[in-house]
């Protein structure tokens, strides 16, 4: 099995990419929809975080207010670095384990040796740069767009003013310096039905290694 490494930068067009490799029917790994999981009500993590950061960064009825956290993290990094030291070892410990289990369904799959090393598992990481978790995956996509786009799009999307979208932006890893790493880039800045064209490309590529 090849596992593959997705990743980008905030407002990128990652979550469209992965939709897209989805399409493909290829097996994916989401961290994001791992991070919510958990930080549903009543998981360990969530009571971690509001015991650190306060009842406030919750909703009516209990739940993560995820908008309320951004701002707080985002306006100061050592609060930033303690929510990263709460989230990042149980999403990479998750991680680590949906990778051994796919594995494990492919060994019993009946497939051909042949056949199993064309099998693709998409792992979808936005921070896999800033986490260091390159030794998990054995090729890179970044989804890229200038820092322009990020910007525009993070004001339209979000809501945020000039500076807000700067700091959330500066949070991460440039692009720029991400590409440089990456064994494949996808324009995020396409229509869909170039987002669409370029992730097939990448996909045929990756079926054949």
């Not at 993590?45 to 707080?72: M, P, Y």
């Not at 991460?172 to 790493?181: M, T």
Request: charged share 35%.
């Amino acid at each position: 099995m090849l596992i593959v490494g997705l990743t980008g930068g905030i407002s990128s067009g990652k979550s469209t990419v992965l939709k897209i490799f989805r399409n493909f029917s290829c097996k994916t790994v989401d961290a994001d929809e791992i991070a919510r999981r958990l930080t549903r009500p009543g998981k360990k993590v969530l009571q971690e975080i509001t015991k650190k950061f306060g009842r406030e960064i919750l909703d009516d009825k209990g739940r993560l207010n995820r908008k309320r956290l951004a701002e707080t993290i985002f306006r100061d990094r050592r609060k930033r670095k303690c929510l990263n030291a709460i989230m990042h070892p149980e999403i990479i410990a998750e991680i680590k384990r949906k990778i051994r289990e796919f594995q494990k369904l492919e060994r019993r799959s009946g497939l051909t040796a042949r056949k199993r090393k064309r099998e693709v598992l998409l792992v979808d990481i936005p921070l896999l740069f800033e986490a260091k978790l390159e030794y998990l995956v054995n090729k890179i996509i970044l989804v890229y767009v200038p820092q322009k786009i990020q910007i525009e799009r993070l004001q339209r999307e979000d809501n945020l003013t000039l500076k807000q979208a700067k700091s959330r932006i500066s949070a991460q890893i440039p692009l720029y310096e991400k590409k440089k790493h990456a064994d494949y880039v996808i324009n995020g800045d396409l229509s869909s039905a170039g987002l669409r064209k370029q992730a097939e490309a990448v996909w045929k590529e990756l079926i054949s290694l």
